[in-house]
């Protein structure tokens, strides 16, 4: 071993200028290097584009893009008749879509603005599912509301709340039911129709075993009966009213022109805390290499060292 690396130091130390471990080395810092910085600059470029994108698009790009989906979303809106529905027993032939809208708001005052939703649920007939407020490191108040309202009525709802402050983020999704709907209504008639039958039977049974095997046959109907009526009722109330899922938060005091020293210094304790995180990241990547070029340094020089000794 000890004449190896003496072999390998006098090598080092050699007259010859270019050696082939140090292109090695030359060429494997050189790629780490450009590795780490794609690593760390692709994720800062890719969020700016989507800032820009965003930016360019205008203050009103999300509520455009809803108005448009909430419009193709269903080519006969509710209420409008169904060519292809219009033989169906009742002659409803109504499309039946369940409709689901997501709204994320800034304002300066979310208090304000849940005020004027409680409000707006009472005019529009519709309510208030379900409610949640807190406030996050930063201080900033969130509420976030489940709001239920007729589903005529959720694009406008989206408008007159979409004003009170900064669209953040909306979103629609409606899920067709037509033909789950109509099937489940004519499942559900023909039970009852064929209750009605064993109810003659009944009536015209004259033994006690007629009658038991009646009576059994009909508590059978009635229970696929009740189960029907509850999930058309589910279908009811689900294409009747739409679903909006409201958060309102406030937006962020910082860089607002409101000097306030205890946010500063959580600003600039978050980006120290950010510049650790990256340097121990380029230190850990980068110290093997350094490694490996002290040791090919040390034994270039302690090669010079014992050749002029």
């Known amino acids: 071993m000890g004449k190896s690396w003496e072999r390998f130091v006098a090598w080092m130390g050699s007259s010859r200028r270019a050696k082939p471990v140090f292109i090695l080395c030359g060429l494997l810092v050189a790629a780490l290097f450009v590795f780490s910085a794609i690593i760390l600059l692709n994720p800062m470029a890719s969020q700016n584009r989507q800032l820009a994108a965003r930016d360019s698009a205008g ?3 999300a509520t455009t893009a809803f108005s448009t989906a909430l419009k193709e979303s269903a080519a006969v809106q509710p209420g409008e008749r169904r060519a292809d529905l219009a033989g169906n027993e009742g002659g409803t032939g109504e499309r039946k879509i369940i409709y689901n809208a997501g709204l994320t708001l800034e304002a300066p005052d979310p208090d304000g603005v849940y005020a004027f939703v409680m409000e707006y649920m009472k005019e529009e007939n519709g309510y208030v599912a379900s409610t949640r407020r807190w406030v996050d490191r930063d201080e900033r108040l969130h509420i976030q509301m489940r709001l239920r309202l007729p589903a005529p009525a959720l694009e406008a709802a989206l408008a007159a ?10 979103s629609l999704t409606g899920r067709d039911i037509t033909e789950e709907y109509y099937d489940l209504e004519a499942r559900l008639k023909n039970k009852k129709r064929q209750e009605e039958r064993y109810l003659e039977i009944l009536q015209a049974a004259k033994t006690v075993d007629e009658v038991l095997k009646v009576e059994r046959e009909l508590e059978r109907i009635r229970g696929d009966i009740e189960s029907m009526e509850g999930r058309f009722r589910y279908l009811q109330d689900q294409t009747e009213m739409a679903t909006l899922n409201l958060l309102c938060r406030e937006p962020s005091r910082f860089g607002t022109g409101i000097f306030r020293p205890g946010e ?5 304790a978050g980006v120290f805390l950010k510049s650790l995180r990256l340097l121990a990241l380029a230190v850990t990547g980068v110290l093997p290499w350094l490694v490996i070029a002290g ?3 040390f ?3 302690a ?3 014992r050749r002029r000794e």
């Open 295 to 297: 040791l090919v340094l």
């Open 264 to 268: 500063l210094f959580r600003e600039i």
């Open 303 to 305: 090669g010079r060292k």
């Open 59 to 61: 203050p009103e790009w």
């Open 161 to 170: 709340i979409g004003g009170l402050g900064k669209i953040v983020e909306e």
């Open 299 to 301: 034994a270039v020089f």
